[in-house]
């Protein structure tokens, strides 16, 4: 099984706009999630995508490889399928998010376990919810899992509702999930779920898996114990390194 891990890399981020070549103690972002995803065994080839000339050249001079993508995409999952026409003799691809400069290689290698099983043509990671922060955070996305660690549903709302008891008290009587943004696809999925109409779950979520849910895709989880730091804004970066 060929697998190409995808890191998505875009300049023109609206809450921080140049993310990926932000120094983070004495490498870019986009350096450290390279680096990190490197380490993951589970991976044969490693390649960053962008359209921007800035994060091609400082891709090139720390020695990775890039390919330059059309500069329209919507998500990563597109930007993911133009690459992987680059590399057809590739099954597997997983989209490692660009903002994640601390990526623990070890969720990698989990997430590309789901294909062991033939028959999984979407995955992603989930991780438990302790606290009621995170419960009730609308910029944390949940997931409900069947029995088949199936995803169900995603939303930014909590979900499920606990119908009998008070939200203090949700944690106790309930295991929650929140959703860890890798993906991985089979290599014709990732073509396919690219054609698909953006659907109306995913316009009243703003979450792009749910347009795969609601086309009947199955999406299967993996339950991951390891906490994920991403980048989102220049606060968040003030966080790390301070």
């Not at 190409?4 to 004495?26: M, N, V």
């Not at 870019?28 to 995508?49: C, G, N, P």
């Amino acid at each position: 099984m060929k697998v190409l891990g995808i890191i998505p890399a875009r300049y023109a981020s609206t809450r921080f706009p140049g993310k990926p070549l932000i120094e983070i103690q004495g490498k870019s972002m986009i350096q450290r999630v390279y680096e990190q995803a490197l380490k993951a065994v589970s991976l044969t080839k490693v390649v960053v995508a962008t359209d921007d000339e800035r994060i091609a050249e400082a891709v090139n001079n720390f020695g990775a490889e890039f390919v330059m993508t059309r500069d329209d995409h919507q998500s990563g999952t597109d930007r993911c399928a133009e690459v992987s026409q680059h590399f057809p003799d590739f099954d597997i691809v997983i989209n490692i998010q660009g903002d994640e400069p601390f990526i623990n290689p070890k969720q990698i290698d989990l997430l590309v376990s789901c294909f062991e099983h033939g028959n999984v043509k979407l995955a992603t990671l989930i991780k438990e919810i302790h606290t009621e922060e995170e419960l009730l955070n609308t910029n944390i996305p949940k997931v409900v899992i069947n029995s088949r660690q199936e995803a169900i549903y995603f939303s930014r709302h909590t979900i499920p509702y606990i119908r009998n008891a008070e939200k203090n008290k949700w944690l106790d009587v309930h295991q929650f999930y929140k959703h860890i943004g890798i993906y991985g696809y089979t290599t014709p999925t990732l073509l396919e779920i690219t054609r698909l109409q953006p659907s109306s779950l995913e316009m009243a979520e703003s979450l792009e898996q749910l347009r795969w849910v609601e086309n009947g895709y199955t999406i299967q989880t993996r339950i991951t114990a390891i906490e994920t730091i991403a980048i989102d804004t220049p606060e968040d970066l003030d966080k790390i390194v301070g």
